[in-house]
């Protein structure tokens, strides 16, 4: 699991966070333009499901899927906001997807996406289809369409 710092974090929420990701059997990449290692959050406002709302974000998410699996990691970078790409580069993302395709497999194929509101922004994720096993890729969009935060996941991990 790849954890960037981030400035000003509390030390327990740090830790509260880490817990949950190794409970969730996630994979994170990078979070909210963080690295806290979790899902977006939502500020305990809770997460709405958005279907058939503008799709933009959702073509978005598959473009950077695209790329993802392709191995073009510096366009996948270029995707990110200014605080995420101060903080993870395009070798951290290819490491990360390497290490999740260690433990699910090669990827084989993805499904529909599936987008929700969150306080962070607007999630999509995205099931993948692996040698393996099932996962998920996952990512969050600012309201410039600029990434925040992008995961690798097991299938299942709550949008919180």
């Not at 933009?56 to 473009?63: F, N, V």
């Not at 906001?81 to 395009?90: F, G, K, N, W």
């Not at 194929?109 to 994720?125: C, I, L, N």
């Amino acid at each position: 699991m790849t954890v960037l710092p981030r400035s000003g974090a509390s030390v327990r929420h740090a830790a509260h966070v880490a817990v949950a990701v190794v409970a969730t059997a996630a994979l994170c990449v990078v979070a909210e333009g963080s690295a806290e290692a979790a899902p977006p959050a939502t500020a305990r406002v809770g997460a709405v499901a958005v279907p058939g709302r503008d799709d933009s974000y959702g073509r978005s998410a598959l473009d950077t899927l695209a790329e993802v699996v392709r191995g073009d990691f510096d366009a996948v970078s270029a995707r990110f906001d200014t605080a995420l790409r101060q903080q993870a580069s395009p070798e951290v993302l290819r490491k990360s997807w390497e290490a999740y395709q260690a433990g699910f497999g090669r990827y084989l194929s993805h499904g529909e996406p599936r987008q929700a509101v969150t306080a962070a922004g607007t999630v999509v994720s995205v099931p993948l289809r692996m040698a393996k096993q099932p996962g998920e890729f996952r990512v969050t969009f600012n309201t410039d369409g600029r990434l925040t935060g992008l995961w690798f996941l097991r299938p299942g991990v709550p949008v919180s």
